[in-house]
């Protein structure tokens, strides 16, 4: 079984490839319609933050449990189900929105479609491996991410122009469409059974064998308590795993700080098109589209990087490059430099995330990687949804231009920090036994 999956890219990826690429297509029209929705409904940019805000923060809460979940179900199935929900919640807007604008409709549809999404990405990181195997994982996600960009490139242009002409709530039916299709080709999908549900009987998650006879005892305090500390005991796996881990470590404080800065780059970005230049919707989407490219770019060559020039060295000058193209945004004053800054910070970004994603993949025990993943994303993300609120309201206030450039001085900061860390090590595979 091992060698059909490792050997070669095999039929089960090259479906997870197709599913993943169709559900990016459709969900990167979500990415402009629904802060367009909330602009066009309220004007408002700090509205659209502290919905970012609300949907960050569900995931954080919902990764907090996602590794847990991911490391004791059957993952094809999670998978799908957290497809078909998604569909199911963003089928609502569209339909709701026939009657009018129903703002609390995305402040309640968007936190539990992130909060699925985290579920689901965390099941996705761990059946990246399962279907190439290790030594393959970093051309494995970059071929992943590359072609998820691609999809990217069309779906802006394609949101732009659908929102412009029947409006946004149009653009969201397609996202919830694309969830559908995912479903139905993950379906077909089967991984090996050593990746599917299950955790050790006894190691860090506390025995198996003591949570059955607690059961048996008919005593609901004293099962209740077990079953509290046992996922306590999941929840604390992961992040003892990052602790001791002095990369993983490092990586996971240093990108806590990116992700306050960056996860209202998306809502700065269509504001400071939208406000301060004056442009449409269909411009909007042809700057993220075109901004995609930059992800490929990022993407593809990830592997070959980080062959050559060593993990370090890769993701601090990615993150480097970040902080510069996010300094120049908002200072930029014509649609092409927008559009190639926007290129310029996601294709950093993805070559960044590319490396670290594959890091933790190869270096994490098959047993304990939904934990990791969680616990990792959870941390690093748990401050952005009130970076988000900070930044799109800062920008409202005193411009983008400001607030960028102090968001991307603040980038290059968490570069040079990395230097003093061993983050700048080549080849941190070696610090796998350490971990």
């Known amino acids: 079984m091992r060698d059909k999956r490792t050997s070669g890219w095999g039929p089960d990826f090259g479906i ?103 579920v689901f990405s965390v099941a996705y990181v761990t059946a990246v491996r399962a279907l190439v195997g290790t030594e393959r994982i970093t051309a494995a996600n970059g071929r992943l991410n590359a072609t998820a960009a ?37 379906g077909f999908l089967r991984f090996a059974p050593a990746t599917r549900s299950g955790l050790p009987a006894a190691d860090d998650t506390g025995s198996a064998g003591s949570t059955g006879s607690t059961s048996s005892t008919g005593s609901t305090g004293s099962t209740g308590s077990t079953a509290f500390t046992g996922l306590w005991r999941d929840l604390l796996a992961g992040a003892h795993f990052l602790r001791r881990h002095p990369v993983l470590r490092a990586v996971t404080a240093l990108l806590a700080v990116f992700s306050f800065l960056e996860l209202g780059l998306n809502d700065m970005l269509i504001y400071h098109l939208k406000h301060d230049l004056g442009q449409s919707d269909g411009t909007v989407g042809t700057v993220l589209a075109v901004g995609t490219l930059g992800s490929i770019a990022g993407a593809l060559p990830a592997a070959r990087m980080r062959h050559g020039l060593g993990f370090g060295p890769t993701w601090i000058g990615a993150v480097a490059v970040c902080g510069c193209a996010m300094a120049g945004i908002g200072w930029a004053l014509d649609v092409p430099e927008v559009a190639f800054l926007t290129a310029l910070f996601l294709g950093s970004a993805g070559l960044a995330g590319t490396c670290s994603m594959s890091l933790r993949q190869q270096v994490t025990p098959e047993h304990l990687l939904g934990r990791v993943t969680s616990a990792f994303w959870t941390i690093h993300y748990a401050a952005a949804p009130v970076g988000a609120a900070v930044v799109t309201s800062a920008a409202q206030h005193h411009g983008t231009a400001a607030v960028g450039a102090v968001a991307g001085a603040c980038t290059l900061g968490v570069a040079l920090l990395a230097l003093l860390t061993p983050v700048r090590t080549r080849h941190p595979e070696s610090a796998t036994e350490a971990a």
């Open 16 to 118: 997870f490839w197709t599913a993943q690429t169709l559900s990016v297509l459709g969900d990167s029209f979500a990415l402009i319609a629904l802060p367009l929705l909330v602009l066009e409904a309220t004007g408002s940019i700090a509205r659209m933050g502290l919905l970012t805000a609300v949907g960050g923060a569900a995931a954080v809460l919902a990764g907090v449990f996602a590794g847990a979940l991911v490391d004791r179900v059957d993952r094809r199935r999670l998978l799908i189900t957290c497809d078909l929900v998604r569909m199911a919640l963003y089928g609502l807007i569209p339909l709701v929105w026939l009657a009018g604008p129903r703002i609390w409709l995305l402040y309640t549809v968007l936190p539990l479609c992130e909060a699925v999404g985290m």
């Open 150 to 186: 691609a999809a990217g490139v069309a779906g802006p242009v394609c949101a732009g122009f659908v929102a412009a002409v029947t409006g946004s709530a149009a653009a969201v039916a397609a996202d919830a469409a694309s969830f559908g299709v995912s479903a139905l080709c993950l």
